[in-house]
């Protein structure tokens, strides 16, 4: 006779602004998450998104404060990862971390936010024959998160996503979704 132990894996659903556990390695069913840090002065920096799919590992962070903090409605459920894929996953949340890091840089300030959403396209937008379709909506990024993410002002995202679509390196698309098309920019998420 044989006795298994059968350990229950934890799932959890949480609201947006909720602080995911930060100490087990999670399977992001549904929803979108951002990775957080500070500065010294206080400023919140991100430093990743995740969507869903995405493998979460524990974040390590030897007395830098960090957290990730639910953009939406999220289901995340206990994964126990082989070492090959937490590496994995330690190397794409590091690769994430710089690529936000040299957005943040970009000069003038508005190319930081056309880069950041075709950054945001090649992650986790559709891509169509007319370009990438991003739903701003569907990850609950408000003007005032993509300030925060691209170290704007949240007039100045407004005022430069109004350029933007002026411009035609974007559309709107159902009120809700930008589109941005195929060669007007070429390929500037690839830093």
Known sequence: MINSLTV??????????????????????????????????????????????????????????????????????EVSPSNEELSACLHHQMAQAISLLQIGRLRPVDSRLIHLLHWIGARFGMISSQGTVVSLQEMNLTHRMLADLTGMTRVSVTKALS????SGLIVTRRDVDLLLPHGIHGHPWHL
């Not at 350029?163 to 002026?166: D, G, T």
Request: glycine fraction near 8%; charged fraction near 20%.
């Open 163 to 166: 350029r933007f679509k002026a």
């Open 8 to 77: 229950e894996k934890l799932q959890l659903t949480l609201d947006a602004a909720s602080i995911l556990p930060s100490h087990l390695c999670w399977r992001l069913v549904d929803g979108y998450i951002r990775a957080n840090t500070w500065t010294l002065d206080g400023d919140v920096v991100t430093i990743g998104l995740a969507g869903p799919g995405d493998l979460i590992a524990p974040l390590n962070s030897k007395g830098q404060a960090m957290e990730r903090v639910c953009l939406t409605r999220v289901s995340v459920e």
